[in-house]
């Protein structure tokens, strides 16, 4: 069973720093199974990122993923307020799993 | 575009049975992954199962003995049962689409999320 490691569990940075969190997964993930979300208190989550490094519809270009086999990154490359937020990595597949989130805090 | 909406009981007391429905609109559920996720207060993301529109099932296998998924494709919508439940059950209950047709993928989109509480 794949166990996905998201670290740091806190990342505290200031408006216009750039921000980089990182997945780990305990097996390789296959096919680029990984996406990214972000949540905000009170909502559902929103994609990020699917396949590892493909943006999703409407999402800024300062957000980027990359990474294989089992070690996965994220990176905001300048962070705007409406980004503090906290952002789970998951592999899909036959077994869905999230990581347990990373939270970005001002 | 496709937008999911949970309804079902706000409050369900131990023991119970806890009984969601997950309705589609704006698409059709044929050809597509449907899911449960939910999330404990303060906590992660906790996947549940998912139904294929054919009917096949997937769940967690630390809830597999709990949980049923099940599909009604003429009303559009799916459901999830999870029987005895326990005060570590009260969490946000979200349903969330695969992103693409007949195979997996990531979820996209997801419903707005209904709270449920565990308690006498």
């Known amino acids: 069973e794949i166990v996905l490691t998201q670290s740091p569990a806190t990342l505290s940075l200031s408006p216009g720093e750039r921000a980089t969190l990182s997945c780990g997964a305990s097996?390789?993930?296959?096919?680029?199974?990984l996406a990214w979300y972000q949540q905000k208190p009170g909502l559902a989550p929103r994609l990020l990122i699917y396949?590892?490094?493909n943006r999703a519809t409407g999402i800024p270009d300062r957000f980027s993923g990359s990474g294989s086999g089992t070690y996965f990154t994220l990176t905001i490359s300048r962070l705007e307020l409406e980004d503090f937020a906290v952002y789970y990595c998951?592999?899909?597949?036959?077994?869905?799993?999230f990581g347990g989130g990373t939270k970005v805090e001002i | 575009q496709v937008q999911l909406q949970e309804s079902g009981p706000g409050l369900v007391k131990p023991s119970a049975t806890l009984s969601l429905t997950c309705s589609v609109s704006?698409?059709?559920?044929?050809?597509?992954?449907w899911s449960w996720i939910r999330q404990s207060p303060g906590k992660g993301l906790e996947w549940i199962g998912y139904?294929?529109?054919?009917?096949?099932?997937n769940y967690n296998p630390s809830l597999k003995s709990r949980v049923t998924i099940s599909v009604d494709t003429s009303k559009n919508q799916f459901s999830l049962e999870l029987r005895s439940v326990t005060a570590a059950d009260t969490a946000v209950y979200f349903c969330?689409?695969?992103?693409?047709?007949?195979?997996?993928?990531?979820?996209?989109?997801w419903g707005q999320g209904i709270l449920v509480t565990v308690s006498s």
């Open positions: 998951q592999q899909y597949g036959s077994s869905p799993l």
């Open positions: 704006g698409g059709s559920i044929n050809t597509y992954y």
């Open positions: 139904i294929y529109y054919t009917g096949s099932t």
């Open positions: 097996q390789s993930i296959s096919s680029s199974y």
């Open positions: 396949d590892v490094s």
């Open positions: 969330a689409r695969e992103a693409q047709q007949w195979v997996r993928s990531w979820f996209d989109p």
